[in-house]
Nanobody, 131 residues
Framework: QVQLAESGGGSVQAGGSLRLSCAAS????????MAWFRQAPGKEREFVAA????????YYEASVKGRFTISRDKDKNTAYLQMNSLKPEDTAVYYC????????????????????????WGKGTLVTVSS
């Protein structure tokens, strides 16, 4: 089993920045990808960004590309999401997840919500961006 714990959410004004952290514990998962998803009120959970744990390849949803950066620290078993130039439409609960999933664009197009094939999920952290 893998346990994931998010932190770093909060309230910020538009244009501001936040860094989310996802601490993983339990079994090791060198073949896994770590990903961030988000769910806004009344909307379906959606993909935000992903990183392969071993090679560090990164993938982003189009609306966050250039503003958000996903990274991981293998020694600390922690993934991060640096969010810059935040917009009110980024307001959502952000979830960390882990799974043996290929996040290339072709595969993302056929991933099925709400779990998108991911094996483990954190409880989420709320990000609120005010205008």
């Amino acid at each position: 089993q893998v346990q994931l714990a998010e932190s770093g959410g909060g309230s910020v004004q538009a244009g501001g920045s936040l860094r989310l952290s996802c601490a993983a514990s339990g079994r090791t998962f060198s073949s896994y990808a770590m990903a961030w998803f988000r769910q806004a009120p009344g909307k379906e959970r959606e993909f935000v960004a992903a990183i392969t744990w071993f090679g560090g390849s990164t993938y982003y949803e189009a609306s966050v590309k250039g503003r958000f950066t996903i990274s991981r620290d293998k020694d600390k078993n922690t993934a991060y999401l640096q969010m810059n130039s935040l917009k009110p439409e980024d307001t959502a609960v952000y979830y960390c997840s882990a799974g043996n999933v290929d996040f290339d664009e072709a595969n993302r197009a056929v991933m099925i919500p709400p779990d998108y094939g991911m094996d483990y999920w954190g409880k989420g952290t709320l990000v609120t961006v005010s205008s």
